[in-house]
């Protein structure tokens, strides 16, 4: 199995920083990863696919980028409702791995 | 726009099995792959498995042995059976859709709200 490391695994910021979180592949995925976001008592939310490609709806303040087995997800400015748990998730092989997740947490 | 719900006990013994479905609304089961995925309490995301729309499926091997995923067209609804359960089953269990039709890339969109299945006794 493709194991996914992320890290870091929980981030203190404020409201309008920029955050940056990575995930690690194992070996080598190209471009097969996709980023979520999960609130408390909620089903994640997908936010980024094909490593840099935005889902329809989701603000532009989010970006993805890498390729290979290093990858990030980028929050250019930091807003309320963005304080969440992150997972990246690899789609390359069989079977399909999640990252343990980030906690972005208020400062 | 589709929606996914899921459906099923909330309470499973253990060794008995897990029986969960997934009613899709608001469009068509067909030409696109569903998944489940599920969600230990204050864990991570584990993938389980997915079925195509024509039947064809694809299980995490780390549960292939029990899993079995089936597809009903004509209720527009897919569901999962978890047999042999114990509590390390114990989670908030998903369905979700891949984002592309006719395809499986893996990129799932959109997702249930989840049913939390705890196993006890």
């Known amino acids: 199995d493709i194991q996914m490391t992320q890290s870091p695994s929980s981030v203190s910021a404020s409201v309008g920083d920029r955050v940056t979180i990575t995930c690690r592949a194992s070996?080598?995925?190209?471009?097969?990863l996709a980023w979520f976001q999960q609130k408390p008592g909620k089903a994640p939310k997908l936010l980024i696919y094909a490593a840099s490609s935005l889902q329809s709806g989701v603000p532009s303040r989010f970006s993805g980028s890498g390729s290979g087995t290093d990858f990030t997800l980028t929050i250019s400015s930091l807003q309320p409702e963005d304080f969440a748990t992150y997972y990246c998730?690899?789609?390359?092989?069989?079977?399909?791995?999640f990252g343990g997740g980030t906690r972005v947490e208020i400062k | 726009q589709v929606q996914l719900q899921e459906s099923g006990p909330g309470l499973v013994k253990p060794s008995e099995t897990l029986s969960l479905s997934c009613t899709v609304s608001?469009?068509?089961?067909?030409?696109?792959?569903w998944s489940w995925i599920r969600q230990p309490p204050g864990k991570g995301l584990e993938w389980i498995g997915y079925?195509?729309?024509?039947?064809?499926?694809n299980y995490n091997p780390s549960l292939k042995s029990r899993v079995t995923i089936s597809v009903d067209t004509s209720k527009n609804q897919f569901s999962l059976k978890l047999s042999s359960v114990t509590a390390a089953d114990t989670a908030t269990y998903y369905c979700?859709?891949?984002?592309?039709?006719?395809?499986?890339?893996?990129?799932?969109?959109?997702w249930g709200q989840g049913t939390l299945v705890t196993v006890s006794s």
């Open positions: 998730q690899q789609a390359h092989n069989f079977p399909l791995t």
């Open positions: 079925i195509y729309y024509n039947g064809n499926t």
């Open positions: 070996q080598g995925i190209s471009g097969w």
């Open positions: 979700a859709r891949d984002r592309e039709a006719a395809a499986f890339t893996g990129w799932f969109d959109p």
């Open positions: 608001g469009g068509s089961i067909s030409s696109y792959c």
